[in-house]
């Protein structure tokens, strides 16, 4: 089983609907990161969070939300899904700035 | 400002050839440095990291130089292989809040 596990693996969605995205952790780890990767842009930085009551934006957070249920899961929503957010999206997990990646989401808005 | 970013978004390197991906930071603050190889279809991986305050450090057939004066950090592969092919991604902690943050990425190709 992968450490990392994200849910879905594809999806397709409609342009303003609202869609979650679910990562969790099997490797115990506080610290937890979404990111976003677009051709030629690399990966940015959507939100992370280092325990459960702790939530902080990063570089591109506008139009995204997250949650932290718990230790081992971190949520990102879409509350109104626009075409530019079309992208691989990546939950990844950190104990000592070593990140650890899951398989990434292929999220399509149209 | 927080920025990462790599001079070439792609190297072509002829097999058993050493490779040399590039990146280029600008934040002073940040303590660590990895670098990261992305296989097509799959999430980045960890290669190798450093420390602000070493220079050097060396892995199996890779190694990592950091410059804090110029703000570069550079990977080598040696004697690159069919499966060095993938995209690498340098990438910092900034130490005040352990967010980490990615260059652009630089896809290497390697020539038979």
């Known amino acids: 089983d992968a450490d990392v596990t994200q849910t879905p693996r594809n999806r397709i969605t409609k342009t303003g609907k609202r869609i979650m995205l679910e990562c969790s952790q099997t490797?115990?780890?506080?610290?937890m990161y979404w990111y976003r990767q677009d051709p030629g842009l690399g990966l940015r930085l959507i939100y992370y969070?280092?325990?459960?009551?702790?939530?902080n934006k990063g570089e591109i957070s506008d139009g995204y939300s997250v949650s932290r249920q718990a230790q081992a899961k971190f949520s990102l929503s879409l509350e109104s899904a626009i075409p530019n957010q079309t992208a691989l999206y990546f939950c990844?997990?950190?104990?000592?700035?070593?990140?650890?990646f899951g398989q990434g989401t292929r999220l399509t808005v149209v | 400002g927080e920025s990462v970013g790599l001079h070439l978004p792609t190297l072509s390197v002829q097999e058993g050839d050493n490779s040399i991906i590039n990146c280029a930071y600008s934040?002073?603050?940040?303590?660590?440095f990895i670098w990261y190889k992305q296989e097509s279809g799959k999430g980045p991986q960890f290669i190798i990291d450093?420390?602000?305050?070493?220079d050097k450090r060396q892995g199996q057939r890779v190694t990592v130089l950091l410059n804090k004066t110029v703000k570069h950090l550079s990977l080598q592969i040696a004697a690159t292989q069919p499966g060095d092919s993938a995209v690498y991604f340098c990438?910092?902690?900034?130490?005040?809040?352990?967010?980490?943050?990615f260059g652009k990425g630089t896809r290497l190709h390697i020539l038979p």
């Open positions: 990844a997990t950190s104990d000592s700035g070593v990140a650890f």
């Open positions: 490797k115990g780890h506080d610290r």
């Open positions: 969070s280092f325990d459960v009551k702790d939530i």
């Open positions: 990438a910092e902690r900034f130490n005040r809040d352990d967010k980490i943050i």
């Open positions: 934040n002073s603050a940040s303590d660590y």
């Open positions: 450093i420390r602000s305050n070493m």
